[in-house]
Antibody
Framework: QVQLVQSGAEVKKPGSSVKVSCKAS????????IAWVRQAPGQGLEWMGR????????NYAQKFQGRVTITADKSTSTAYMELSSLRSEDTAMYYC????????????WGQGTLVTVSS | DIQMTQSPSSLSASVGDRVTITCQAS??????LNWYQQKPGRAPKLLIY???NLETGVPSRFSGSGSGTDFTFTISSLQPEDIATYYC??????????FGGGTKVEIK
């Protein structure tokens, strides 16, 4: 049974970058896709992108192209999401989730990482 | 991107009531639709996939239907533990997965 554990909350300055980790246990890390979904306070869910650990291909939502980088380290079963040029609107809970390869549902989810962007 | 319009945005119902939520896609997405439940302070949970298939372990009072552009999510008999926000999600466009805006369900 796959479990995803994310890194802790972050407070960042506008213009800086944040890197959030998502460590998987159970299952075979290299065989499933990890997606990142964010949720601004009181708002809905927004898909940011995904990575397929083998062959290490990442896809990004157009909105985040050029600002987000999703990577995976197979040796530690950990996925990462780095978001740069942070602005106040990036304040949100960031979730990683396993994305099903064929039906593209998200299950399970990590516990979430709150990123606060404030001067 | 495919826009997913959920309605209503919130509703209040009594325990035992039948609750229905609709999700409309801006274009035909076949049955490429999933439903989630999110309780306050928690990550979302998958309830239904491919528009009408119940995820293992999910109570049978939850159901989904529809295809094309119009989809329905139903709770046949609302329970206190169903208080949550519900989201639909399309996967017709694999490079732009999108969610509905959510429906907050409260007890009257």
């Amino acid at each position: 049974q796959v479990q995803l554990v994310q890194s802790g909350a972050e407070v960042k300055k506008p213009g800086s970058s944040v890197k959030v980790s998502c460590k998987a246990s159970g299952g075979t890390f290299s065989s499933y896709t990890i997606a990142w979904v964010r949720q601004a306070p009181g708002q809905g869910l927004e898909w940011m992108g995904r990575i397929i650990p083998i062959p290490g291909i990442a896809n990004y939502a157009q909105k985040f192209q050029g600002r987000v980088t999703i990577t995976a380290d197979k040796s530690t079963s950990t996925a990462y999401m780095e978001l740069s040029s942070l602005r106040s609107e990036d304040t949100a809970m960031y979730y990683c989730a396993r994305e099903d390869y064929t039906r593209h549902w998200f299950d399970p989810w990590g516990q979430g990482t709150l990123v606060t962007v404030s001067s | 991107d495919i826009q997913m319009t959920q309605s209503p945005s919130s509703l209040s119902a009594s325990v035992g009531d039948r609750v229905t939520i609709t999700c409309q896609a801006s274009q035909d997405i076949s049955n490429y639709l999933n439903w989630y439940q999110q309780k306050p302070g928690r990550a979302p949970k998958l309830l239904i996939y491919d528009a009408s298939n119940l995820e293992t372990g999910v109570p049978s009072r939850f159901s989904g239907s529809g295809s094309g552009t119009d989809f329905t999510f139903t709770i046949s008999s609302l329970q206190p533990e169903d208080i949550a926000t519900y989201y639909c999600q399309q996967y017709d466009n694999l490079l732009a997965l999108t969610f509905g805006g959510g429906t907050k369900v409260e007890i009257k």
